[in-house]
């Protein structure tokens, strides 16, 4: 990778640095903007991870206007492209959705318009999968989006396209969306860090439900916990129509923090109810070691509650959630692709009395995790089952030879944390035999999303794996 002290490297270097030379004028928005619109070009192309792109000389024009103006927040002038499940005023916004694609929103979505508020510029869209189903960006409407380091490969999803842009150095900080690992999993096959907040932190659009579906999520990714911690301050803020929002804690300026007393519990493949690939279960514990080495006394710990309990819960209360936000579209089900169908068609045919059930097994497990957390600070399992796979193949059907009996179960190492509304962090794990890219998880009680950020940054500071390993096309 060019050194960060090079001319041709302004987009190289941190979010953190990035947004300070912009807040002192050191740096323009105009150069900025026209660095990235450059290097989108350069590289895009080959991945396909930013899709519905503003004209270029509208993009030029906001920022020659940000650098006449006074700073407008902490993201002034830094380009910011969105993930496509999110409506942005003027922008083609499609879902990965043919029912969508020539869509064009009136008005920004809550989360569209707090970045807008910050100060950035809101320069596209990120590629996702149909409705952000299926950890494997591809819709009907943009394509593939490839993985960095191996362009025949998945990036995983929902948030693909944002974990490539991160990786490529096209964006410096992006959001992300989680209900089952949408921002993790990609993070962990880019190579940058991912942070699925505590929920309730990043609040959702004010006409959607508050109270009853709490699986899903907005994050942010980026490079750096550092950086993460920017972009979470500036998603979160108190929402009085939620009933379960915690008052949000600042967490930038983030510093490493030290790990000397700290307690982490190693869950692994949760005593074998999910199987994993050749080499993740070892390269994942090899990054334990970087955590042992900065003082954390880290233990292998038995699967802590019946999995099968958590699984049944989690595809009971994911159908119900996700089939009631689909409902409204049903007469277009002949343009949507199956695993919507099946999410549909489960919450359609589903009793009260299921979900209730479900939400009961949910509980449970939530007061067995608390008590945990009163002997740890934080947990750790493998972010991704499996390698990156074969781009064209929509989903993994067997792992070490077990059978996937739904298009999701190979993301079931991401459900304990998904099931309760964890603050959850993903962070490179280094990489594979064959050069690929892993992540493990970090997670901790509800509202320790700084600490966890912080232990991330300690991590991150030993091991550098997104500076270290850029992509073939970075080298």
């Known amino acids: 990778m060019t050194s960060p002290e090079t001319a041709s490297s302004l987009l190289d270097q941190s979010a953190t640095s990035l947004l300070a030379n ?47 103006g006074p700073v407008t927040g902490p993201l002034h002038g830094l380009p910011l492209a969105i993930k496509d499940l999110v409506n942005v005023k003027g922008l083609t916004s499609t879902q990965g959705s043919p029912i969508f694609k020539d869509f064009v929103p009136a008005k920004d979505d809550a989360l569209a318009a707090r970045l807008r508020a910050s100060g950035a510029i809101l320069i596209g869209k990120t590629n996702v999968p149909e409705f952000g189903l299926g950890s494997h960006t591809f819709n009907p409407v943009y394509g593939r989006t490839s993985n960095p380091y191996n362009h025949a490969l998945t990036c995983g999803g929902s948030s693909g396209g944002a974990g490539v842009a991160l990786a490529l150095g096209m964006v410096a900080l ?19 860090y991912g942070l699925r907040p505590t929920w309730g932190r990043v609040p959702g659009e004010p006409d959607l439900d508050r109270a009853m579906h709490r699986l899903a999520t907005s994050g942010p990714m980026a490079r750096s916990p550092a950086d993460i911690a920017v972009m979470l301050d500036v998603m979160s803020h108190p929402d009085p129509l939620r009933p379960h929002a915690r008052a949000p804690e600042p967490t930038a300026p983030l510093s490493p923090q030290s790990l000397a007393g700290k307690r982490l519990g190693w869950l692994g493949d949760w005593g074998g109810a999910f199987p994993l690939e050749d080499g993740i279960l070892e390269h994942s514990e090899a990054a334990l070691a970087v955590l042992r080495d900065a003082g954390a006394t880290v233990e292998a710990l038995p699967a802590p509650f019946e999995f099968e309990a958590l699984w049944h819960s989690w595809i009971t209360l994911r159908s119900w959630q996700v089939g009631a936000g689909l409902v409204s579209l049903r007469d277009n089900a002949s343009l949507m692709k199956d695993s919507v169908l099946w999410e549909l068609e489960r919450a359609e045919k589903m009793t009260a009395l299921q979900v209730h059930d479900a939400s009961a097994a949910r509980a449970r497990w939530a007061a067995c995790a608390a008590d945990l957390f009163q002997r740890y600070d934080a947990l750790i399992l493998p972010t991704t089952q499996v390698w990156p796979f074969d781009i064209n193949q929509p989903w993994p059907t067997e792992i070490a030879g077990v059978e996937m009996d739904t298009y999701h179960r190979w993301m079931a190492c991401v459900v304990p944390v998904s099931l309760i509304g964890l603050p959850s962090l993903s962070m490179p794990a280094g990489f594979g035999d064959k050069g690929l890219p892993l992540g493990i998880q970090i997670f901790g009680p ?3 999303d700084r600490s966890i950020l912080a232990t991330g940054e300690t991590y991150h500071q030993a091991t550098l794996w997104p500076q270290r390993r850029p992509p073939p096309t970075l080298g």
């Open 446 to 448: 509800l509202g320790a």
């Open 174 to 192: 992006a959001d992300g969306s989680d209900m089952m690992g949408s921002l993790r999993n990609p993070a962990a096959w880019s190579n940058v």
């Open 22 to 68: 912009l807040r002192t004028g050191k740096i323009s928005a105009l150069e900025v903007m026209t660095e990235t619109l450059d290097r989108i070009d350069a590289r895009n192309p080959a991945v396909n991870a930013l899709v519905g792109m503003a004209d270029r000389e509208d993009l030029l024009a906001q920022a020659r206007t940000k650098d006449a």
